[in-house]
């Protein structure tokens, strides 16, 4: 009977050294409507400093966005009318390692690798509808859907002619390398396309084709899809790479709060949804917080 009691017991030590803690991030911040879905479970309503569960699918309504922090300090953001999923998550503070799998699913998206993934190269997967992209330390910028045609033929209006707008077309930005070996692996059917210079981009026309061949997008544009790809200054306030040229996001006066788009700049850019404008021009109307089921 003793025998039989401590094999119970370590069993459920090993059990318990199996399963991750489900809390695995917090959403720093939230712009207008976004729910967030623990399957099985019905969508709520996701504010600022609510918390992110292994599993959880986020999604965003128009003129939304969200930024999420990781446990080892690794951002991913999401546009308006965008979807992902935290499908995996194991941090270990201890060694300071952690490996995860992120599925973008719907519209623009931001990774920002932490340390952790820095030290750890290849343990980290974002996957996309065109296939799946694997970290070196480094910051990748996305579009999944019929805007990816869009930017891909603005990057070079010689570029795609031939294409047609699809849900599930997906260009693929490295848009900082992280340093020295950084990069991205882009896999799709056993193909991988390497990309390890900032800028470079890499466009498939829908779920199952063939890449088109890699091709530089200019520092403008880079800058304009990164900002679409996340709330307004989540990547400044997290000390997070800056778009690399065009005008500047929001100034230091700036703070998002939820169902806002946070206040203008040093430029005087008005403060969409509530946030006041700079010094030359005022700031917009109180943006809607939304009516939905309970806030996490």
């Known amino acids: 009977m003793r025998l039989k009691l401590v094999a119970l017991a370590f069993g459920g030590l090993l059990l318990g050294a199996d399963v991750p803690k489900a809390h695995v991030g917090t959403a720093i911040s939230v712009r207008n409507m976004a729910t967030i879905t623990t399957p099985p479970a019905a969508p709520s309503q996701l504010r600022v400093n609510g918390q992110v569960l292994r599993h959880d699918v986020i999604a965003t309504g128009a003129k939304s966005a969200v930024g999420v922090k990781l446990a080892d300090s690794t951002l991913f953001s999401i546009g308006a009318n965008a979807r992902v999923s935290v499908d995996d998550f194991v941090y270990d503070a201890d060694r300071s390692a952690s490996t995860m799998t992120i599925s973008f699913l719907k519209g623009a998206f931001r990774f920002v690798s ?39 033929r603005q990057a070079d209006p010689s ?25 991205i692996d882009v896999t799709t059917d056993g193909e991988v396309t390497a990309l390890r210079s900032a800028g470079q981009a890499i466009y498939f026309p829908r779920r199952g084709s063939p890449a088109r061949p890699p091709f530089l997008v200019s520092p403008a544009l880079r800058g304009r899809i990164e900002r679409g790809a996340e709330p307004r200054n989540f990547s400044r306030s997290q000390g997070a790479v800056q778009p690399p040229s065009g005008r500047q996001p929001a100034g230091p006066n700036s703070r998002n709060a939820p169902g806002n788009d946070g206040p203008g700049g040093r430029l005087g850019e008005p403060g969409r949804f509530g946030g006041p404008g700079g010094p030359d021009r005022p700031g917009g109307p109180g943006g809607p917080t939304g009516s939905a089921p309970p806030p996490r």
């Open 114 to 152: 932490g340390k952790p993934t820095h030290a750890n190269p290849g343990q980290t997967a974002i996957k996309t509808p065109a296939g799946t992209i694997g970290i070196r330390g480094t910051v990748v910028t996305g579009v999944i859907g019929p805007e990816a045609l869009d930017y891909y």
């Open 159 to 183: 570029f795609g002619q031939q294409d047609q707008a699809d849900d599930t077309a997906t260009l693929i930005i490295l848009s900082d390398t992280g340093g020295e070996g950084g990069g």
